[in-house]
């Protein structure tokens, strides 16, 4: 069995070839069909694009695979983190769902290094 846990990433930038760096990442993984497509912000020259959810109950094969390709999405964008620790490209990738107590943030890109 398991239990309904939908899991997205939204990548958001205003480096655009920082963000073409980590979309890039997403379709080598295979996230290509559950990503929309780069969208310009209505200020400040930010671009975003989201992973959507696959669908997968929690403990299935599936939601594994799902999580393997965002820990990838996600080592892509710490690569490219300064010295600092400081990165051009904001990420979260979160969890919701209908189950109680099922909405969180699994990672942000400021866990890092900040």
């Not at 669908?55 to 999405?73: F, L, M």
């Not at 964008?77 to 979260?92: C, L, N, T």
Request: glycine share 10%; hydrophobic share 45%.
């Amino acid at each position: 069995m398991g239990f309904v846990e939908h899991q997205a990433i939204i990548v958001t930038s205003w480096d655009a070839r920082q963000l073409a760096v980590v979309r890039k990442a997403a379709e080598d993984v295979g996230f290509g069909p559950l990503m929309t497509p780069t969208i310009r912000g209505e200020v400040n020259s930010y671009w975003s694009f989201a992973i959507l959810p696959g669908g997968s109950k929690r403990g299935w094969a599936d939601a594994e695979r799902w999580d393997s390709r965002a820990e990838n999405v996600r080592q892509a964008i710490d690569a490219m983190r300064h010295d600092d620790g400081s990165v051009a490209v904001e990420a979260v990738w979160i969890g919701f769902g209908a189950d109680p107590g099922c909405a969180r943030v699994m990672w942000h890109a400021d866990d890092e290094g900040r």
